[in-house]
T-cell receptor, first 110, second 118 residues
Framework: GEDVEQSLFLSVREGDSSVINCTYT??????LYWYKQEPGAGLQLLTY?????DMKQDQRLTVLLNKKDKHLSLRIADTQTGDSAIYFC??????????FGAGTRLFVKA | ETGVTQTPRHLVMGMTNKKSLKCEQH?????MYWYKQSAKKPLELMFV???????ENNSVPSRFSPECPNSSHLFLHLHTLQPEDSALYLC?????????????????FGPGTRLTVL
């Protein structure tokens, strides 16, 4: 079945760019997502990309998809302390089952 | 109330207790999900209901029993749990295109119930 992997921690300075990487195994993944989880809260969808796209930009967020390598990345420009959270990569191959990675905890140092 | 709400937010129970978790969505969605989030494992999908019909059941022990009386409410009934069941239980909902087809299936999550089993 589908497996989604991502690094567990990332630390950046305020104002720098953050890049969170993710790999997935099922090449038939149709939608790939980035969710954000803040302390004491559920997950919130930040952005998603359809598998026939290479890039998607939304304000400070840039998603890059390398379908050949099954690699997804999320770039956060001008990272702020409010961006500190856990970021989950997720993949959907159709139907209701979305597979989530373990989450990358982003620390932003002032 | 807006979005997805879950009650209680925190629950401590003994292994012989019976309790229920409640989830309610106010988004007009037709699919609802239960996930388990623990320190040891990433988000684990437990159950999915679409149009009040269970469509996914991921080999979850029978001590967890879901119930979906209507498209806005989802329950998770708990009985004779084990300490390893201690986790954050998240509910989510989405708008599915039909019983099996989906659009991009954005899921909206509740804040979760932090469950501790003693």
């Amino acid at each position: 079945g589908e497996d989604v992997e991502q690094s567990l921690f990332l630390s950046v300075r305020e104002g720098d760019s953050s890049v969170i990487n993710c790999t997935y195994t099922d090449s038939s993944s149709t939608y790939l997502y980035w969710y954000k989880q803040e302390p004491g809260a559920g997950l919130q969808l930040l952005t998603y990309i359809f598998s026939n796209m290479d890039m998607k930009q939304d304000q400070r967020l840039t998603v890059l998809l390398n379908k050949k390598d099954k690699h997804l990345s999320l770039r956060i420009a001008d990272t702020q302390t409010g961006d500190s959270a856990i970021y989950f990569c997720a993949a959907n191959t159709g139907g209701f089952k979305t597979i989530f990675g373990a989450g990358t905890r982003l620390f932003v140092k002032a | 109330e807006t979005g997805v709400t879950q009650t209680p937010r925190h629950l401590v129970m003994g292994m012989t207790n019976k309790k229920s978790l409640k989830c309610e969505q106010h988004l007009g969605h037709n699919a609802m999900y239960w996930y388990k989030q623990s320190a040891k494992k990433p988000l684990e999908l437990m159950f999915v209901y679409s149009l009040e019909e269970r469509v996914e059941n991921n080999s979850v022990p029978s001590r967890f029993s879901p119930e979906c009386p209507n498209s806005s409410h989802l329950f998770l009934h708990l009985h004779t749990l084990q300490p390893e069941d201690s986790a954050l239980y998240l509910c989510a909902s989405s708008l599915a295109g039909g019983s099996r087809s989906i659009s991009y299936n954005e899921q909206f999550f509740g804040p979760g119930t932090r469950l501790t089993v003693l």
